[in-house]
């Protein structure tokens, strides 16, 4: 995006957090927020697994710590978000099953800017909080996307993979 344009990433892993600050450094149009996103301006139970891209939320509100591999996360709706933002052309979430709960507490950021999306199905971290890609496409049609396989090799019949979606 240049000097022009922000990029906001939201990383609740608090190493990965550290790891993107250091890496992003020299671009200070980009904003790092050490929060999970979903469909509630609350707090979250996280679980860390040693593959940071494999840690995830595993219960949101009333958040107790279950033990040393998990953490509570803060967890943010993106309208929270939307006084920051002038525009807003692309957004990707991947986010180990809370894909479906992220676009809910984006309706108001949809809605005015119309990004382009890039999101992950992942068939178990989808179950793991009582999910399927059913809930992740019903929730893409109720917020007006369309969407279509970003590598035309993959399917449904893959356990995970990620859709281009764009607005009607």
Request: glycine share 14%.
């Given at each position: 995006v240049g000097?022009?344009?922000h990029v906001f990433a939201f990383e609740p892993h608090p190493a990965a957090v550290v790891c993107l600050g250091r890496n992003l450094a020299?671009?200070?149009?980009?904003?790092v927020r050490r929060k999970a996103l979903g469909d509630v301006n609350d707090y979250a139970e996280f679980k860390k697994e040693d593959?940071?891209?494999?840690s995830h939320v595993l219960r949101v509100g009333g958040a107790v710590k279950l033990s040393k591999s998990y953490e509570t996360v803060t967890i943010r709706k993106l309208d929270r978000y939307l006084g920051l933002m002038q525009r807003?052309?692309?957004?990707?979430f991947d986010a180990e099953g809370m894909e479906p709960r992220i676009l809910?507490?984006?309706t108001e950021v949809l809605a005015k800017f119309r990004p382009v999306i890039v999101l992950e199905v992942n068939?178990?971290?989808?179950?793991r909080l009582g999910l399927t890609?059913?809930?992740?496409l019903a929730t893409l049609t109720k917020h007006r996307y369309q969407w279509r396989e970003l590598d035309p090799n993959t399917g449904p019949q893959n356990e995970q993979r990620n859709l281009l979606c764009l607005p009607l």
């Open positions: 000097g022009t344009g020299a671009y200070p149009w980009v904003h593959n940071a891209g494999a807003l052309d692309l957004c990707h809910d507490g984006a068939h178990s971290c989808l179950a890609e059913a809930d992740v």
